[in-house]
C-alpha cells in the first residue's frame, strides 16, 4: 500500500491517473473496509477474520505476480491486464482493511494480563512499525530486481500468516481477562508436555521441564 503510485505507475498508468488511483480510491477502499470489521468483529471472532484476511491477501499477491509475469513490459498492448492487477491492489486492501489492519491491533490488547499489558502494547506496537519500516525500505529495491517475485515472497510470508493464526492463536472473542490468560496458560503448557513426552533423552527432557516449571511460576503470578 505505501508504494501503490509506484505499483500503478509500473502496470503502465499515467502519472495523474495513477495519483487519483493510488491515493483516492485506495483510502476510500481502505475506509469502507474497515467499517464492517468495526461492526462485527464480536459476532464472527478475530482468529476467522485474520486467517481470511491473509489468505485474500496472500491470493491477491499471487494474481498480481502471474499478471506480471505474463505482462512485463507490454503493459502498452495489454491494457486490460493492467486494469486486472489494479483490481488486485483494490482488493488487497479490501482484506487488509476488515482484517489485519484493525484486528492485529485488538489482538496485541487483549492477549496481555493487566501486569504486563502495557509492556505487551509497546512490543507490539514497537514491532509492528519496526517490520513496516523493513519493508517500507526493501520493497522498491525488490520491485526493480526481482519484479513479480516481489509479490511471490510477500504471498507465501502472508500464507504462512494465516496458518500461524489459525493454529497457534487463541480466539479471544467475548472472553474475560482471566479466561483469555487461562487459554494461553492452557495452550503452552500442552505444547511443553508435547515436546517433553516426544524427546527421549533426559537431557533433552530437562528443557522442557524446566520452562514449564517456570511458565508455571510466572502464570500462578499473572492469574
Known sequence: MYYAPFIFKQLGLSSTTTSLLATGVVGIVMFIATIPSVLWID???RKPVLTIGAVGMA?????IAVIVAKNINQWAEHVAAGWAAVCMVWLFVVHFGYSWGPCAWIIVAEIWPLSTRPYG????????????F??????PDMLEGITY???ILFGLLTYLGAAFIWFFVPETKR?????MVGSLVKRFEVMLLTQLF???SSARRALPRLILSAWRRLTTRLV
Not at 491470493?59 to 494474481?63: D, G, K, L, P
Request: glycine letters at 10%; charged letters at 10%.
Open 134 to 139: 523493513i519493508v517500507g525500505q526493501v520493497t
Open 149 to 151: 517475485g516481489t509479490y
Open 121 to 132: 502494547v509497546a512490543l507490539g506496537a514497537s514491532s509492528n512499525w519496526m517490520n513496516n
Open 59 to 63: 491470493t491477491c499477491h499471487i494474481i
Open 175 to 179: 472472553l474475560t481477562l482471566e479466561e
Open 198 to 200: 516426544r524427546t527421549s
Open 43 to 45: 459476532r464472527v471472532g
